[in-house]
């Protein structure tokens, strides 16, 4: 486990600009989708935290534990579903081998890949926090 200055260190000049946080139960757990499923890069990882690029975006993944004593703690509880109606679309992630991924690792896929009418191909996948993801490209 690193310290927080080495972390700090690590990732203070890889995150810049708007950057997204999403509560997850388990780092280990979220990151291998993040790795096998959608294929992108780790900045950085530990047992309470991850930084995340791909896609031309950069987000960071926050273990509940580590929420404790935030803001929001009150209204955010790790037995809700994570981003009850959000989408995470990954604008050049190839939906078709993004879908092979997720069902070779055990994830749920809740659309499979197809053309839709706004001009994009896309599939819609639940990760193992209950984020879903939409890998797409355009058609």
Not at 50 to 79: M, Q, R
Not at 93 to 113: H, L, Q, T, W
Not at 117 to 131: A, K, M, Q, T, V
């Amino acid at each position: 486990v690193r310290s927080r200055r080495q972390r700090q260190m690590c990732i203070r000049d890889r995150l810049t600009g708007l950057t997204v946080n999403l509560l997850v139960n388990n780092i280990g757990q979220a990151t291998n989708f993040i790795t096998n499923v959608i294929e992108a890069n780790i900045i950085y990882e530990d047992l309470d935290f991850a930084a995340i690029e791909g896609f031309g975006s950069k987000w960071c993944l926050h273990a509940d534990h580590t929420y404790d004593k935030n803001p929001l703690t009150n209204f955010v509880s790790p037995k809700d579903k994570r981003g009850k109606g959000i989408e995470l679309r990954l604008l050049g992630c190839n939906p078709d081998k993004a879908e092979m991924r997720a069902e070779k690792y055990g994830f749920k896929v809740i659309s499979k890949s197809q053309d839709k009418p706004h001009g994009l191909r896309e599939c819609y996948i639940i990760d193992n926090s209950g984020y879903c993801w939409v890998p797409c490209e355009y058609l």
